[in-house]
């Protein structure tokens, strides 16, 4: 699998989801900077990793996805190369309108930091093929900005078509997200944006392994 991981300025988990990818796959990715006009030629998938872009100035996310690489992503998104957003990664996704809706801040209006359970709702694809339907995981989440919202001709849109990727536990919902959403997908299953940090929870050393599932999943889909 040849993957490249986006780094932006202020990105913090750009390494973190390097290494997670290297040990899935056995083959370091590249790291691509923000500035540059184009990613690699033959990639298999592309990530964009949790942090602060630009500061978060203006919304989160909504910087980052002017810059002279995400056309690029956008470009090979369209065409069909896989796509996984994580956290901040999640907020450009949906700046782009490669994924709908937006994420809006926390409803405690605070930062949140912790592990949150939840349930993988799509387990048929690329990113999830490892995992259990209905399975209970958990990641850790740290995010100010991880309110999904979508009015509900979309939301009910996501919910028929299956694209909600996972689903905060009742009672665990950490930031106001409606209908509990902690990730969707695409139309074509190409694309996951999610709010936890799997990269945090990919080796035992850090608490859990819930989130390797998700590397390791793509690793074996991807050449």
Same mark, same amino acid.
């Given at each position: 699998?040849?993957?490249?991981?986006?780094?932006?300025?202020?990105?913090?988990?750009? %390494?973190? =989801?390097? !290494?997670?990818? #290297?040990? @899935? $796959?056995?083959?370091?990715? /590249?790291?691509?900077?923000? &500035?540059?006009?184009?990613?690699?030629?033959?990639?298999?998938?592309?990530?964009?990793?949790?942090?602060?872009?630009?500061?978060?100035?203006?919304?989160?996310?909504?910087?980052?996805?002017?810059?002279?690489?995400?056309?690029?992503?956008?470009?090979?998104?369209?065409?069909?190369?896989?796509?996984?957003?994580?956290?901040?990664?999640?907020?450009?996704?949906?700046?782009?309108?490669?994924?709908?809706?937006?994420?809006?801040?926390?409803?405690?209006?605070?930062?949140?930091? %912790?592990? =949150?359970? !939840?349930?993988? #709702?799509? @387990? $048929?694809?690329?990113?999830? /093929?490892?995992?259990?339907? &209905?399975?209970?995981?958990?990641?850790?989440?740290?995010?100010?900005?991880?309110?999904?919202?979508?009015?509900?001709?979309?939301?009910?849109?996501?919910?028929?078509?299956?694209?909600?990727?996972?689903?905060?536990?009742?009672?665990?919902?950490?930031?106001?997200?409606?209908?509990?959403?902690?990730?969707?997908?695409?139309?074509?299953?190409?694309?996951?944006?999610?709010?936890?940090?799997?990269?945090?929870?990919?080796?035992?050393?850090?608490?859990?392994?819930?989130?390797?599932?998700?590397?390791?999943?793509?690793?074996?889909?991807?050449?």
């Amino acid at each position: 699998m040849k993957a490249a991981v986006v780094v932006f300025p202020a990105s913090n988990c750009d %390494r973190d =989801v390097a !290494m997670a990818l #290297e040990r @899935a $796959n056995g083959r370091p990715p /590249a790291m691509v900077w923000h &500035g540059d006009a184009s990613l690699p030629d033959g990639l298999d998938l592309i990530v964009l990793p949790g942090g602060f872009s630009y500061g978060d100035y203006l919304r989160c996310g909504a910087m980052a996805a002017h810059s002279p690489i995400v056309r690029d992503v956008i470009a090979r998104a369209k065409k069909g190369t896989p796509v996984l957003g994580i956290c901040n990664g999640f907020q450009i996704l949906c700046e782009t309108g490669l994924l709908p809706g937006v994420l809006m801040r926390n409803a405690s209006l605070k930062f949140v930091s %912790r592990s =949150v359970t !939840m349930t993988v #709702e799509g @387990a $048929n694809t690329m990113f999830t /093929a490892r995992y259990k339907p &209905g399975q209970k995981i958990k990641l850790p989440v740290a995010h100010g900005d991880g309110n999904y919202f979508a009015d509900d001709e979309t939301l009910d849109r996501i919910e028929s078509e299956g694209l909600v990727a996972l689903r905060y536990v009742e009672g665990c919902n950490p930031n106001g997200a409606a209908r509990n959403i902690a990730g969707i997908f695409n139309g074509k299953r190409t694309i996951l944006g999610l709010m936890p940090h799997p990269e945090r929870a990919a080796e035992a050393l850090l608490g859990g392994v819930d989130g390797a599932v998700i590397f390791d999943s793509l690793a074996g889909a991807l050449p």
